[in-house]
């Protein structure tokens, strides 16, 4: 097991071997540092709209709506206090593991 710390306000995202996470932070849910593929086609489901009162995300390539329940299932465990996230990767030691900020996470924003 690996366990990465990053400053929310810095970073946005982690690379765990060669999967990319974002942090998906919508007010009144917990936190999720979720797979930052569309599980159906592969889209990059940081790019697209979050609904904050349901705390889905739609994938922008094809629409698909992914519920809150479904974004849980391919996260990995991570907590936040304040704007420092921790987060717990099964990783061997080798492997890449480091934070990164996203440009953009539109399925951070609000419409």
Not at 51 to 67: A, I, L, Q, R
Not at 87 to 93: I, Q
Request: glycine fraction near 10%; include cysteine.
């Amino acid at each position: 097991m690996r366990v990465v710390e990053f400053d929310r306000t810095q970073h946005n995202g982690v690379l765990a071997g060669e999967v990319h996470y974002f942090l998906l932070a919508h007010e009144g849910h917990k936190p999720l540092l979720c797979g930052g593929k569309c599980p159906h086609r592969g889209g990059p489901l940081f790019l697209g709209a979050g609904n904050h009162k349901t705390g889905s995300v739609k994938c922008p390539w094809h629409e698909t709506t992914f519920p809150r329940a479904t974004l849980e299932k391919q996260s990995v465990p991570a907590v936040m206090i304040g704007d420092r996230v921790t987060a717990v990767f099964d990783l061997p030691d080798d492997a890449v593991l480091a934070p990164y900020h996203h440009e953009r996470i539109i399925a951070n924003e609000r419409s």
